[in-house]
């Protein structure tokens, strides 16, 4: 679907909105980075006064810093806030996965390890595409581990941080290749567990999993 397309479903503001806090989470436009509204306007091909409304509401969420006389510049993550985040996951997502083990519907583990095996095959690859997989498959585990755990305040919490969270993702596995095997190790340790309902295995796996994930945090932005 083309720009034009997908503006007729919503509004044009609405669209600006999402495409940019999309580039932004998925660090197309880099923390520090100072944003033209001309240059984002012709980009998406809307308004400068559709952008600036977008830029507006981006900038409430925390993602942007708008300064009279100078421009719109992209939040930098800092290390308290990575830390912060990375904190509360430790504490919810270790509470959630050992929940979780006892009550996931086997056939979703058993996807999640079919479709982890498929994908560790193809590691070696540095292509985007697989880029990509790992962060989908990532993201499904987490919110197979969310919906089963049975907490409906547990994935309301996590979500609410979810741009903070997917731009320590990114940040994560961007040109740090150790990190991109050491991350699909440290998912296969989780869903082996859920698979073979291990609440002690998958606990100690989920804690791995975010604290490595914070020390990535800390390197990466200090």
Same mark, same amino acid.
């Given at each position: 679907?083309?720009? /034009? ?15 940019? *806090? ?15 509204? %001309? ?19 981006? %900038? ?40 979780? =083990? ?7 583990? %058993? ?9 560790? *095959? ?25 919906? %089963? ?39 296969? &340790? ?10 002690? /295995? ?5 804690? =791995?999993?975010? &604290?490595?994930?914070? *020390? ?7």
């Amino acid at each position: 679907m083309n720009n /034009a397309e997908q503006i007729t479903s919503k509004t044009r503001s609405d669209f600006i909105y999402e495409r940019l *806090k999309e580039d932004i989470v998925n660090l197309y436009y880099k923390p520090g980075e100072k944003l033209s509204e %001309a240059k984002i306007a012709e980009r998406y091909g809307v308004s400068r006064d559709s952008t600036r409304k977008g830029i507006t509401r981006l %900038a409430q969420e925390g993602l942007l810093i708008s300064r009279p006389q100078y421009g719109t510049i992209v939040c930098e993550l800092s290390v308290k806030q990575g830390k912060d985040v990375c904190d509360i996951r430790l504490l919810l997502e270790t509470y959630a996965v050992r929940l979780a =083990v006892e009550n996931i519907d086997p056939s979703i583990s %058993a996807k999640l390890m079919e479709d982890y095996q498929r994908l560790w *095959k193809k590691l070696d690859d540095d292509s985007p595409e697989t880029v990509n997989a790992i962060y989908d498959l990532d993201d499904r585990m987490h919110n197979a581990i969310y919906n %089963a755990c049975g907490n409906e305040m547990v994935p309301q919490i996590i979500h609410s941080y979810s741009p903070i969270i997917r731009r320590i993702q990114v940040a994560n596995m961007m040109g740090h290749n150790e990190r991109k095997r050491g991350t699909m190790s440290e998912m296969g &340790n989780i869903i082996a567990a859920l698979v073979d309902r291990d609440v002690k /295995a998958a606990e100690a796996a989920m804690y =791995v999993h975010i &604290n490595n994930i914070k *020390k990535t945090v800390e390197k990466n932005t200090d």
